[in-house]
């Protein structure tokens, strides 16, 4: 496997040593009480039991009673997009406010512990190319651009009567023959593609199918991943929720099953014999909408498919299916992603395995686990501090507010309560 693109971000180049912490490394090991991390150019040099020494030229911080853990990913998210926005309101904005509003979202999703996302259909490169120039706070970002579906399939906003629901932008790509399906992950690839996405089944949000109709096949599922591998091995992923169109997707040889709600016993071995990740987005898919901020037909699918989700998310998880962390925020509220660790954990998941699944998992199939996703010697000090003990009150991280620090690229951009006030004179914080 070909380590991808790892999205650069500034660095401080001040050493940082923080002693007294529990460290959670984000591979699963037992968390490590009165720890240390030392950070040097942005990287982690040391990482391990706190030791007697002192690291010279080091600000040096004590943070006893704190956990540290690897800054969060959220695989799934769509940044250009805002559920409490409305539909109304969204077909109504013009650009900038559009491109402000994903700004915000960015330093907000950030601010709530993930310092990196994949988005998987809206945001375009300018965003990820001012996050790695420093001139825009937002998590490091692997991005789909568009989503591919069939005419009338998942992300066909037209009505019935030819109008457009939502307008139809470059977030949304349809694709009808192998012949265009080849053309439009060649475009997006040149656009800068990191990931490509495509709906084998239709969705829960789109007007004129159901998660239970298929959309892009198996076969054209593996003229992407073809054409990804011509490139820089760009992984393809699937919304995929129905069971038939998860087994499509499978086949055709997706790297993560995006959803999965309905995913049955043949879909789970077949994802374990493969190691094919699911991204469960449970904060969307258990979350019921405000019937006043969305059209009646999907409110009406929403209720259904929770309780599909709930029910075969929970065997796949118990089966031991690997999961990468994803909430489709966009489809449900920006800011608050790590909500997703106590959904996974009430699903099944012990909360150690939830932090990996936000961690290294999510690293691992983005393939920058060379790079990112545990406290690893020589890794991007990409890393999350609070006061919480995560195995005991993992729903707690849900808030932003307790999400006390974030250090991205070794430069503090969050700290709540003063915790790093040496550290923050270094750092990317404005006020
Ligand atoms: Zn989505």
New binding site residues.
Partial sequence: MTTARIPQVPTNETPLRIVGATIIDGTGKEPLPNGEVVIIDGKIDYVGPRRDTTVEGATEVDLTGKTIMPGFFDV?V?MGMGIETGFATMAAQFAEERHYAAAETMRDTLMAGVTTIRD??GLTPGFRNLVTKGKLLGPRAHLAISVISPTGGHVDFHLANGNQMVPMDEGFRIVDTDDEMRVAVRELIRTGADVIKVCTTGGVSSPSDTPHDLGVPAHQVGIAVEEGNRRQGQPVTA?AQGSAGILEAIHGGVASV?HGYEIDDEGIALMIEKGTYLVPTLSSALRVPDPKLVPPFLYAKKVVWSDIARKHVAKAIQAGVKVALGT?AG?CPHGTNLTELGHMVSLGMAPIDAITAGTLNAAKLMHVDDALGSLEQGKLADLVITDVDPLAEIDRLAEPSEIKVVIQGGRVVKDLDDAMPVARAHSALAS
């Fill in positions: 799934h769509h998987l259909g919304h995006e489709d489809v």
